[in-house]
């Protein structure tokens, strides 16, 4: 049981250039989330996934897209990453209803030059 | 005015003393609050968790709600070196969308 796993752990990327993270989560939840986290801003959501085929737009969506693949898989893609998104993403999965069973992958440190 | 304050600290403390972690909201309508430990470089992890109103206890760690004045603590008796991390704050409405507070490091010191 590997809780919520997310690759890559780091990524360098140019301005201009796109990139993938995916997410995965083994604990049969239905709610995933993608976050990003910056110092002295805290944790601020960009998309949820309530269940498979929805997804809905958190605090900070632009410039970012999802794609809820499965109930296991959560993906963040970043079309043409900007230096404003660099920043350690996490992405995290919850029962439903059940506020106390969310969990966070270990996160994606991504630097944009 | 952001939905959760939270003190970023940094806080110092030494070993075997008591912690007191705060976040304050604006939002009543929030019913679900978390507190969240993050060890540097790692994701966070739930240490407690309070549905409305009320205290918590889970060893050396007390959680407080007070509601009416939209205020929420953290305690942390009998602090240990392992103890040093970021704390967060969080809170809900239904369970499925979280604000987070910036988070306050700790630091415990032997």
């Known amino acids: 049981n590997a809780g919520v796993t997310q690759t890559p752990k780091f990524q360098v990327l140019k301005t201009g250039q796109s990139m993938t993270l995916q997410c995965a989560q083994d604990?049969?939840?239905?709610?995933m989330y993608w976050y990003r986290q910056d110092p002295g801003m805290g944790l601020r959501l960009i998309y949820y996934?309530?269940?498979?085929?929805?997804?809905d737009k958190g605090e900070v969506p632009n410039g970012y897209n999802v794609s809820r693949l499965n109930k296991r898989e959560f993906s963040l893609r970043l079309e043409s990453a900007a230096p404003s998104q660099t920043s350690v993403y996490f992405c995290a999965s919850i029962m439903d209803g059940r506020a106390e069973t969310q969990y966070f992958g270990p996160g994606t440190r991504l630097l944009v030059l | 005015q952001k939905e959760v304050e939270q003190d970023p600290g940094p806080l110092s403390v030494p070993e075997g003393a008591i912690v007191s972690l705060n976040c304050t909201y604006s939002?009543?309508?929030?019913?679900?609050f978390m507190w969240y430990r993050q060890y540097s470089r790692k994701g966070p992890e739930l240490l407690m968790y309070t549905y409305s109103s009320g205290n918590k206890e889970d060893g050396r760690f007390t959680a407080q709600v007070d509601k009416s004045s939209k205020y929420i603590s953290l305690f942390i008796r009998d602090s240990q070196p392992s103890d040093s991390a970021t704390y967060l704050c969080a809170m809900s409405v239904v369970g499925n969308q979280f604000y987070f507070g910036t988070g306050t490091s700790l630091t415990v010191i032997p």
């Open positions: 604990m049969n939840h239905n709610s």
């Open positions: 939002n009543s309508a929030f019913q679900y």
């Open positions: 996934s309530a269940s498979e085929g929805t997804t």
